[in-house]
């Protein structure tokens, strides 16, 4: 075998042991925002229809920025994921908290387009949740319709995936807390 093989062959075997070494031994955590709490006595006559968002969030990849490099790079977490996309998880959260009805018996439709779902580190220890989404509600025998837009950010208590995860299952029940006082003041759905 001639040296230069010899070299290739070396360094492929020293790269494969390598790989089997640097291998993490932790599996891949996978994150929800834990059980939601049951729905409030009065409740509203909404069906919540499937939350849109753009394709970059149409996968289950926890995602992030590290806003005190590059604010516009998006990155994911290799070992932890969410259970669903972030738009399958809060309509889940929507319906289980602002108690959903069928279209056919619901006074409105509740109409979510997800804007931006990340965990922004503006340090390497300092990190934030943050959800934008735009909101429309559509009264089902009426002509009402009304929108809002929705800035939410909520500091992570861990600068990781478990602190963003966290945070996120706090900004999951913000934004029903904030919708529901939004469409009772509207009072058209009740």
Same mark, same amino acid.
Request: charged share 20%; proline share 7%; with cysteine.
């Given at each position: ?5 010899? *070299?290739?062959? =070396? ?10 070494? %640097?291998?993490p031994d932790d599996?891949?955590?996978? &994150? ?6 049951? @729905?409030?006595?009065?409740?509203? +006559? ?17 995602? &992030?920025?590290?806003? &005190? $490099? ?6 994911? &977490? ?11 998880? =809060?309509?889940? $959260?929507?319906?289980? *908290? ?12 509740? *109409? ?14 300092? %990190? ?6 735009? +909101? %429309? ?10 929108? *809002? =837009?929705? $800035? ?6 861990? @600068? ?11 900004? +999951? ?5 904030? =919708?529901r006082n939004w ?8």
């Amino acid at each position: 075998m001639n040296p230069i093989a010899r *070299t290739l062959l =070396l360094l492929a075997v020293l790269g494969l042991a390598a790989a089997c070494v %640097s291998r993490p031994d932790d599996p891949v955590r996978t &994150y929800d925002f834990g059980l939601a709490a049951a @729905p409030e006595p009065a409740q509203l +006559a909404i069906h919540v229809r499937e939350i849109e968002s753009p394709d970059w969030l149409e996968r289950p990849e926890m995602l &992030y920025r590290l806003a &005190y $490099r590059d604010p516009r790079a998006l990155e994911p &977490y290799s070992l932890s994921r969410w259970a669903g996309t972030p738009a399958s998880m =809060l309509t889940l $959260r929507l319906r289980q *908290t602002l108690g959903h009805v069928e279209a056919r018996s619901a006074r409105c439709v509740l *109409t979510l387009d997800l804007e931006e779902f990340s965990q922004v580190f503006d340090t390497e220890r300092s %990190s934030r949740a943050v959800l934008h989404a735009r +909101a %429309s509600l559509r009264q089902t025998a009426g002509p009402q319709t009304d929108s *809002t =837009l929705l $800035r939410l950010e909520h500091p992570a208590p861990t @600068p990781d995936a478990a602190g963003g995860a966290a945070a996120f299952s706090a900004l +999951a029940d913000e934004m029903t807390s904030q =919708l529901r006082n939004w469409i009772a003041g509207l009072g058209y759905c009740q």
